[in-house]
T-cell receptor, first 112, second 114 residues
Framework: DADVTQTPRNRITKTGKRIMLECSQT?????MYWYRQDPGLGLRLIYY???????NKGEISDGYSVSRQAQAKFSLSLESAIPNQTALYFC???????????FGSGTRLTVV | DQQVKQNSPSLSVQEGRISILNCDYT??????FLWYKKYPAEGPTFLIS?????DKNEDGRFTVFLNKSAKHLSLHIVPSQPGDSAVYFC?????????????FGPGTSLSVIP
């Protein structure tokens, strides 16, 4: 099994729909992150969580929410999807003070 | 405004030659820098890092150079191999602050031609 598993791998959804992207990790780390990748913009941080009770907004959190259900699980929700949220979404985890993140394989989301 | 810039979206290099990927940053608080490599349909993987107290770090064929006064770092791959063909992301962090997160650049797509 992969260290960081993201589901689904691909998803097409309609504008206005609510959608949840799920992430689970087996590394045993407290820290988890959600990034989105857009062409020419690299990876931008949406939300991050340093433990189950600690959730923080990243640089582009508008239109997104997260839930940290357990140390191993961190889900990202789009409450009302819009086309400019079409992107590749990555979940990652890391130990404290170490930026060698372990990323999942990504979720390709298309909002039509 | 991007705090981490990779001004070359793509780079092509012959197998066996040196690949040099460049990265510039604007935030003087950054004190830890990383390179990640990404293949299609996979997540980025950590490649190499460097602290601001150093100006060079080597790991096999990969060397990262840091020029703090110029706010510039580069990744050298010698010799380049076809399997090095991927997108490379430069990233930076300010470890001394409580912000404690990584800022990524837009990436450079490297093609190593056999």
């Amino acid at each position: 099994d992969a260290d960081v598993t993201q589901t689904p791998r691909n998803r097409i959804t309609k504008t206005g729909k609510r959608i949840m992207l799920e992430c689970s990790q087996t590394k045993g780390h407290d820290r988890m992150y959600w990034y989105r990748q857009d062409p020419g913009l690299g990876l931008r941080l949406i939300y991050y969580s340093f433990d189950v009770k600690d959730i923080n907004k990243g640089e582009i959190s508008d239109g997104y929410s997260v839930s940290r259900q357990a140390q191993a699980k961190f889900s990202l929700s789009l409450e009302s999807a819009i086309p400019n949220q079409t992107a590749l979404y990555f979940c990652a985890t890391s130990p404290p003070g170490n930026y060698g993140y372990t990323f999942g394989s990504g979720t390709r989301l298309t909002v039509v | 405004d991007q705090q981490v810039k990779q001004n070359s979206p793509s780079l092509s290099v012959q197998e066996g030659r040196i690949s040099i990927l460049n990265c510039d940053y604007t935030n003087s608080m950054f004190d830890y820098f990383l390179w990640y490599k990404k293949y299609p349909a996979e997540g980025p993987t950590f490649l190499i890092s460097i602290s601001s107290i150093k100006d060079k770090n080597e790991d096999g064929r990969f060397t990262v150079f840091l020029n703090k006064s110029a706010k510039h770092l580069s990744l050298h791959i010698v010799p380049s191999q076809p399997g090095d063909s991927a997108v490379y992301f430069c990233a930076a962090s300010a470890m001394k602050t409580s912000y404690d997160k990584v800022i990524f650049g837009p990436g450079t797509s490297l093609s190593v031609i056999p």
